[in-house]
């Protein structure tokens, strides 16, 4: 994504966008992780932190971007109020630190874990 403005250009990449979007998300109450599902043998890794990034899909568009989060959460919590306050805390990080619109943000949840 390049951002043009009276001063020059940035381009800020997919990785940074991914960076932020799973601080956002691990920051916020109920998460227990980010999730990866391996495609041979169909079974979802709970993510190191240095791996966080693996758990977003970002997708880049004419007006800004996508993001599609998959996540594992903590046994007993609200999923629905969970990720509706993931979705805002999301938006409103990615739209202030990066100056990118944010389209659609998906939450897959992966599963469920206890402490």
């Keep these: 994504m390049i951002i043009r403005n009276e001063r020059g250009s940035i ?3 997919q990785d940074v966008i991914a960076g932020i979007v ?9 998460i227990r992780g980010m999730a990866y599902t391996n495609r041979t043998d169909g079974l979802v890794h ?4 240095d791996a966080w990034r693996k758990g977003v899909r970002v997708t880049m568009t004419e007006t800004g971007v ?3 989060l998959h996540i594992i959460v903590r046994h007993g919590i609200n999923i629905a109020a969970t990720a509706n306050s993931i ?15 944010v389209g659609t943000v998906t939450i897959c949840v992966d599963g469920i874990m206890t402490d």
């Excluded at 799973?22 to 109920?30: I, L, M, R, Y």
């Excluded at 979705?87 to 619109?101: N, P, Q, T, W």
Aim: hydrophobic share 40%.
């Design 11 to 13: 381009r800020i990449s």
């Design 22 to 30: 799973s601080e956002c998300a691990n920051n916020c109450f109920g």
């Design 46 to 49: 709970l993510l190191r932190r």
């Design 87 to 101: 979705i805002s805390e999301i938006r409103y990080k990615v739209e202030k630190l990066a100056d990118v619109a």
């Design 66 to 68: 996508d993001i599609e």
